[in-house]
Nanobody, 124 residues
Framework: QVQLVESGGGLVQAGESLRLSCAAS????????MGWFRQAPGKEREFVAC????????LYADSVKGRFTISRDNAKNTVYLQMNNLKPEDAAVYYC?????????????????WGQGTQVTVSS
């Protein structure tokens, strides 16, 4: 089992950047595929990005491709989401998820563990 804690959210203006972090407990972080999802009020949780266990393969939602970068540091048990050129439509609660298997996954139902989320607000 793994526990996840997100941080780094906040209020920014459109065009600015934020870096989200997700710290994981436990000694087996490197055995988890990690993903970032977001959920705006009244909407379903949607895929943002994911990264495989070694960090060698990543996937992005089309809406964030070229603006967001996911990365991980297995020595620090942490996954990051660098968000550049933020837009008002990026505003949401951002969650990280952990999946204890190989590969990548783009649907929330595939992830076994979740953090509590961190709020991102983007003003226009």
């Amino acid at each position: 089992q793994v526990q996840l804690v997100e941080s780094g959210g906040g209020l920014v203006q459109a065009g600015e950047s934020l870096r989200l972090s997700c710290a994981a407990s436990g000694r087996t972080f490197s055995s988890y595929t990690m993903g970032w999802f977001r959920q705006a009020p009244g909407k379903e949780r949607e895929f943002v990005a994911c990264i495989n266990r070694s960090g060698s393969y990543v996937l992005y939602a089309d809406s964030v491709k070229g603006r967001f970068t996911i990365s991980r540091d297995n020595a620090k048990n942490t996954v990051y989401l660098q968000m550049n050129n933020l837009k008002p439509e990026d505003a949401a609660v951002y969650y990280c998820g952990a999946l204890p298997r190989m590969g990548v996954a783009t649907t929330a139902a595939q992830y076994d563990y979740w953090g509590q989320g961190t709020q991102v607000t983007v003003s226009s």
